[in-house]
């Protein structure tokens, strides 16, 4: 059964940073694309960051871009989220979900989901 498992959230004060982890199981995973997302108390779920199954393509938010990084590596089954300079609006829950025939924004086109982790951001 193919699994996705998010880990690193956590509190953290503003300026600081978190690395957010997504292993796979069950999964090629070499094969599959992968997104990170978050989502806020009330409000809808919002694509942060892509990368593609090779490790190339990354994209980013425009909120995010400049410090946030993405990266993979295939040889762990694992994904990885670099947030630098954290701002309170980052807080929220945040989730992995891979794909092996999309790679954009629309949450809705990944069929699989980690189980997201929070991320809190203090003044």
């Known amino acids: 059964q193919a699994q996705l498992v998010d880990s690193g959230g956590g509190l953290v004060q503003a300026g600081g940073s978190l690395r957010l982890s997504c292993v796979a199981s069950?999964?090629?995973?070499?094969?599959?694309?992968i997104g990170w997302f978050r989502q806020a108390p009330g409000k809808e779920r919002e694509f942060v960051a892509g990368?593609?199954?090779?490790?190339?393509?990354?994209s980013y938010a425009d909120h995010v871009k400049g410090r946030f990084t993405i990266s993979r590596d295939n040889a762990k089954n694992a994904a990885y989220l670099q947030m630098n300079s954290l701002v309170s609006e980052d807080t929220a829950v945040y989730y992995c979900?891979?794909?092996?025939?999309?790679?954009?924004?629309?949450?809705?086109?990944?069929?699989?989901w980690g189980q997201g982790t929070q991320v809190t951001v203090s003044l």
């Open positions: 990368i593609g199954w090779s490790g190339g393509s990354a």
């Open positions: 069950g999964l090629t995973f070499s094969l599959n694309n």
């Open positions: 979900a891979s794909s092996q025939d999309y790679r954009g924004t629309n949450y809705r086109s990944y069929p699989r």
